[in-house]
């Protein structure tokens, strides 16, 4: 076998080369798992703009009730109270959710 492959190894190396030089070399590359790459990726970038939607609830939850209008509840803007409960509520779903979805 040794033999062999030292007999086709020069004639291999030229043509190798010359298609290196002309440009006509085609590498064919192949992931078995870019589809589970893919999905990750895709349920990843989900997570990252719920959570700047959660954010920016909460930022905004917080400048209504640094505001101090509007109709209040216990003694805080009903407006503000309400994105804080929200925004907790979705937290705590995406939390749950990342959690959950490790034990697969």
Do not use: C
Request: charged fraction near 15%; hydrophobic fraction near 50%; aromatic fraction near 12%.
């Amino acid at each position: 076998d040794f033999g062999e492959l030292f007999k086709l190894f020069p004639q291999q190396s030229q043509i190798f080369i010359k298609k290196l030089l002309t440009g006509e070399l085609e590498i064919k590359l192949s992931h078995l798992e870019i589809g589970e790459l893919s999905r990750e990726q895709s349920r990843s970038a989900n997570r990252v703009s719920f959570s700047l939607i959660i954010a920016g609830l909460i930022v905004g939850s917080s400048l209504i009730i640094h505001g101090d209008r509007g109709p209040f509840l216990f003694g805080l803007p009903a407006l503000g109270l309400f994105g804080f409960v929200i925004g907790f509520l979705l937290g705590l779903w995406l939390v749950v959710s990342m959690f959950f979805s490790h034990k697969r």
